[in-house]
């Protein structure tokens, strides 16, 4: 008990400690911590860490998860509720406010409703009967359900954050803490509500459980790897028999048509990056992007969207489009492409689009050079720093190419 209760004064005192310095600095706003609730139809709570910065609909609420901070700055009231949206994504919270709770419901558009909490200073992510007597920190060989991973995890006493890692992608933040021999994390982005619980017996994860969503469940286990691997990315998808090139036609949100063909293309190197508004890891990859064009574009460097929308209403589609560029800072052109179940339509040429984001890399002779599935986001850390510094040389490497003759 002694545990619990210095561990329940620390989280306190570091929770409440931010409005205080507040105050301190004598600025003009108020500034407070929550612990928020999403719970699944499986009576499962997700929770998260909330900070909310001022008042009425000047309020910004920060999402914490790990390492990251996702902003949310454009709150308005119907009523006496109060609207969250959520990022360029079609969700948003709706609450009613008391002083110290914020009850309402979190709301996928078109999709799904849960209930939705928040209360004002609670400071523990998940509750905690005793301590770690195990560490959970290292790479592990997953299954989750059916589908291979690769987790990993850092705990620094009970507190734990982590990620898993799949040939299509990764799970960004996760964070949580370890009581015992079980480790339980969640997270939510602003799409997914996912929590985790597993237990370590020596080197094995073992009785794993994965919540997503409304009411999806699997379950998972691992075992401790540092060899594990996943398929090479830039094997899985890739141009089939009988095309040599990309070719495609799509408008643009002014309604002109863009091709590989036209001029402003010409020896140039081409990123094609297949993506939607509605995905997390394409807009992880679309904030990499953004500043890399901005730093190669004079030399030589184009980067051109191909944004599969979940609509299809080509306005409905260009609107949430142009509020992605527009909440990401990208210059370059997204063009709509259809829906996510047009891909083999729209890009014949391939064996499959399996992931998104993926992107296929052009050199200034219009030869595919690379196609990457998937995307290892900044929540895998090194291996993040890894493919950044791989694909950078890349990029280097091809803007230093003479194109042929024609």
């Known amino acids: 008990m002694n545990f619990l209760k210095t561990i329940s004064i620390l989280l306190l005192a570091l929770f409440m400690g931010c409005s205080s310095a507040q105050k301190e600095e004598g600025k003009n706003t108020t500034l407070s911590k929550w612990r928020a609730v999403i719970t699944n139809n499986h009576q499962k709570d ?3 860490y909330l900070q909310v910065e001022g008042e009425g609909d000047q309020q910004v609420w920060t999402v914490i998860n ?18 969250v949206p959520l990022l360029i994504y079609e969700a948003e919270i709706i609450v009613k406010e008391s002083e110290d709770s914020l009850n309402g419901r979190f709301l ?32 592990y060989a997953v299954k ?16 734990v954050t982590g990620t898993f890692m799949t040939a299509t992608g990764d799970y960004r933040y996760l964070e949580g803490v370890v009581e015992g021999n079980k480790m339980k994390l969640s997270s939510f982005d602003g799409v997914h509500i996912l929590r985790f619980e597993v237990e370590k017996e020596e080197n094995k994860l073992v009785n794993g459980k994965m919540w997503s969503g409304k009411e999806a469940f699997k379950t998972w286990q691992g075992i401790k790897d540092d060899r594990a691997k ?18 495609f036609a799509f408008e643009n949100s002014e309604g002109k048509v863009i091709s590989l063909g036209d001029e402003r293309y010409d020896d140039k190197v081409v990123i094609l990056q297949i993506m939607g508004s ?63 179940q047009m891909t083999s339509e729209a890009l014949p040429m391939l064996n499959k689009v399996m992931s998104f984001p993926t992107s296929i890399v052009i050199d200034k002779n219009r030869k595919v050079r690379e196609i990457h599935t998937g995307f290892t986001g900044p929540g895998t850390g090194e291996y993040y720093e890894k493919y950044v510094a791989e694909f950078t040389q890349l990029i280097q490497t091809l803007l230093a ?6």
């Open 230 to 247: 996943l398929p090479d990315p830039k094997t899985l998808t890739y141009l089939k028999e009988g095309y040599s090139h990309i070719s």
């Open 66 to 83: 790990g390492d990251e901070r996702m902003k949310l700055d454009e709150v308005f009231y119907e009523g006496d509720s109060l609207h």
């Open 401 to 406: 190419e003479e194109p042929s003759q024609k």
């Open 144 to 159: 989750l359900g059916k589908t291979e991973s690769i987790g990993l995890f850092r705990q620094n006493g009970m507190y």
């Open 46 to 48: 997700i929770p998260f």
């Open 278 to 340: 509605w995905c997390p890891n394409c807009l992880d990859e679309s904030k990499f992007f953004g500043p890399l064009y901005k730093k190669y574009n004079e030399k030589g460097l184009e980067i051109i969207g191909l944004s599969f929308e979940r609509s299809e209403e080509a306005e409905k589609a260009f609107k949430r489009i142009s509020r992605m560029k527009k909440k990401l800072n990208l210059d370059y052109e997204i063009l709509y492409a259809g829906t996510p």
């Open 108 to 139: 996928r558009k078109g999709a799904y409703s849960l209930p939705f909490i928040a209360e004002k200073g609670k400071a523990n992510r998940f509750s905690v009967s005793e301590s770690p007597d195990v560490d959970f920190t290292g790479k």
